[in-house]
């Protein structure tokens, strides 16, 4: 035990919430895996609660009463749930070893809870242990889910993590007992009435994308909606969002564009990644976005909507070719001249990204994308008039597109 509790105490000598919430994985650090196997196996169940009292107030007593209590009732529990899952690994455990696992994990999360209460005063700085013991609750309750399928004879999920937009509600009994629990973190983040240097609130997102992932694997889109209600009304009080962590920002927009695209309503942001390609018109970086996250987007039945969005790219690097070659000044455009605009958009899109050969900027003929040809391009020009995103008609016997004269040729899109 000595290796955690040094670290505990280190974390909390210097305020070191991912340090703190370390020590709290059921998961043993890559530089050390007996870790969490000796911690077990330094005590028993009749010592255990004097072992880790011993361990934390074994110092100079820097922490209050109350809260030092409060630790130690944690670390027992954790204690006690490191055993259910060694146990489950080493295959000594009854049929309901799972939901053993996650009831034995779940009270660690709330008595973390609970250590945020006045009496016991944690403070804001150790949030990240939350989300830690959150995170692996959820994946607990799954698991339990899991195997409570198998022994009722139903049919599984064979993957179990995989599907975390689409789940089965009358197999998810305990995964919907772990949302009750992540929602208590949510609240204690929304109604922390401290001082905004050291209040809960900025454990908001962190614990709001924990609440997404677990609401999404339900299939109740419409909690989530309750949270960004919630976040909304109470927008005012939190921090401005770019101040927080860039990953907590991602992911939440990244849910947040996944519930509106759920929901039809193309408009609203969308993944910023994929966002940022559309307005610029880079073809290869929205390919590239569709291509490596391509599974993901199947999973979540969001990818057909997000490939209609290829047509708004497609226009916009098109509007720029012709806003290149005069723009209103200009209507009469060569479809090749479209053509090698879409092939030096994505050559130089390979070049940024360090796939070109380096010679100082120059491209070989070997490097030009190939499968654009301008018989093809002419196709998707047609498909873009069709839809209304150009204005004009395609002359076949000059090879060029004619651009409206009158109003604009590129009509507005939003994006």
Known sequence: ????????????SQYAGPLLAATLSPIPPPHDPTLLRRFHKDSNVFSIQGDIQKYIKARPS???????????????????????????????????????????????LTLLIRGYSPISGFGAWTMPCLYTVGKYLR????????????????????????????GSVEKNKWLEDAARVINEVFRLCISDRAPIEESRKWGIYNTTNLLFKTYFKLNSIGLSKNILRALQATKADLPAIENFP?????????????????????????????????????????????????SQYVQRRIYLSLERARDLCVRNLLRKVWLLE??????????GTFATGMRFSMVVSAWMSGSTSDRGGSVSSEELPAGMEDDEVECLIAGLIYKGLIKGYISREHAIVVLNRKGEAFPGTGV
């Open 1 to 12: 035990m000595d290796t955690v509790f040094q670290i505990f105490h280190q974390a909390q």
């Open 246 to 294: 860039k990953s907590h920002i991602v992911t939440f927009k990244y849910y947040v564009g996944v519930i509106h695209f759920l929901d039809e309503e193309y408009a609203r942001p969308i993944f910023a990644y994929l966002l940022a390609a559309i307005r610029s018109g880079c073809l290869a970086d929205f390919s590239n976005g569709m291509i490596t996250q391509e």
């Open 326 to 335: 005069g723009g209103r000044d200009n209507t009469r455009v060569k479809i």
């Open 139 to 166: 994946v607990f309750a799954i698991k339990a889910d899991e195997e409570q399928s198998k022994t009722s004879g139903q049919e599984m999920d064979v993957d179990g993590l995989g599907d975390d937009v689409m």
């Open 62 to 108: 820097y922490l209050p009463n109350p809260e030092a209590n409060a630790w130690i009732d944690i670390y027992v529990a954790y204690w006690k749930a490191l055993g259910e899952i060694l146990r489950a690994e080493t295959g000594h455990h009854r049929d309901d070893w799972a939901i053993k696992v996650y009831e034995a994990w779940k009270e660690i």
